[in-house]
T-cell receptor, first 114, second 114 residues
Framework: AQTVTQSQPEMSVQEAETVTLSCTYD???????LFWYKQPPSRQMILVIR??????QNATENRFSVNFQKAAKSFSLKISDSQLGDAAMYFC???????????FGGGTRLMVKP | EAQVTQNPRYLITVTGKKLTVTCSQN?????MSWYRQDPGLGLRQIYY???????DKGDVPEGYKVSRKEKRNFPLILESPSPNQTSLYFC?????????????FGSGTRLTVV
C-alpha cells in the first residue's frame, strides 16, 4: 500500500504571495498518477492539478504548479499570487494502478491573510 | 450537469440502527468508490467497484457493506453503526482505470453515531 506524508498540518500566506505545500509518498510502482485536491469549507473535493509520473515536465494550471521529483518521491504544490479563495485544506493523492485507488495524505490547511 | 449525488448530507443515528447512504452518478462512470475522512488521517478508502456486480475492499472495510446492481448507483450500508463510524463520507466516481483523470466527488455525508 502507498503511504503519503504531508508534513505541514497548517500553513499561512499573505494575499498575493507565493506558497509551497509539500508532499512525499512511497510507492513501488513506476507508472502512476499524482493529484492535488482542494477542500474549501463547503467540504467539496475539488481537483486542482494532475501529474503523470512518466512525464518529466511539471504540470501547471494557471496559478498552480507542481515540483515533481520522481526519484525523491516528492510532489509539492506551488500557489502563486495567492487569493482569499485559496484558503482550504489541500490533499496530496497518488493513484495506484495496482491498488485501484487514490491514497490521500493527512492534508495541509492553508490560511490566506488579507 | 455531470455530478455525483450523495444523500443525506447530514445524518445523526443511534448505535445499531441500520442505515444506508445513497450515491448516484450521471456520467456513465464504471468506477465508483467510498471514502471516509477523519481529522489528520485524510481520506481512506472503504470499498470500490470497477463495474456492475464487481466490488472489492479498500483499506477500512470493516463494518460496511456496498452493492453495485446498477452502473449509476453505489450505496453504502452500515448494518450496525457504532460511534467509531462517526465521520465524513465521500462517494467518488471515475470514467475508467488506466489513463486516470482523477475522481469526481460527491458533496459528502456527515454521519454522527451516538
Amino acid at each position: 500500500a502507498q503511504t503519503v506524508t504531508q508534513s505541514q498540518p497548517e500553513m499561512s500566506v499573505q494575499e498575493a504571495e507565493t506558497v509551497t505545500l509539500s508532499c512525499t509518498y512511497d510507492t513501488s510502482e513506476s507508472d502512476y498518477y499524482l493529484f492535488w485536491y482542494k477542500q474549501p469549507p463547503s467540504r467539496q473535493m475539488i481537483l486542482v492539478i494532475r501529474q503523470e509520473a512518466y512525464k518529466q515536465q511539471n504540470a501547471t494550471e494557471n496559478r498552480f504548479s507542481v515540483n515533481f521529483q520522481k526519484a525523491a518521491k516528492s510532489f509539492s504544490l506551488k500557489i502563486s499570487d495567492s487569493q482569499l479563495g485559496d484558503a482550504a485544506m489541500y490533499f496530496c493523492a497518488p493513484f495506484s494502478n495496482a491498488g485501484n485507488m487514490l491514497t490521500f495524505g493527512g492534508g495541509t490547511r492553508l490560511m490566506v491573510k488579507p | 450537469e455531470a455530478q455525483v449525488t450523495q444523500n443525506p448530507r447530514y445524518l445523526i443515528t443511534v448505535t445499531g440502527k441500520k442505515l444506508t447512504v445513497t450515491c448516484s452518478q450521471n456520467m456513465n462512470h464504471e468506477y465508483m468508490s467510498w471514502y471516509r475522512q477523519d481529522p489528520g488521517l485524510g481520506l481512506r478508502q472503504i470499498y470500490y467497484s470497477m463495474n456492475v456486480e464487481v466490488t472489492d475492499k479498500g483499506d477500512v472495510p470493516e463494518g460496511y457493506k456496498v452493492s453495485r446492481k446498477e452502473k449509476r448507483n453505489f450505496p453504502l450500508i452500515l448494518e450496525s453503526p457504532s460511534p467509531n463510524q462517526t465521520s465524513l463520507y465521500f462517494c467518488a466516481s471515475s470514467l475508467s482505470m488506466g489513463v486516470h483523470y482523477g475522481y469526481t466527488f460527491g458533496s459528502g455525508t456527515r454521519l454522527t453515531v451516538v
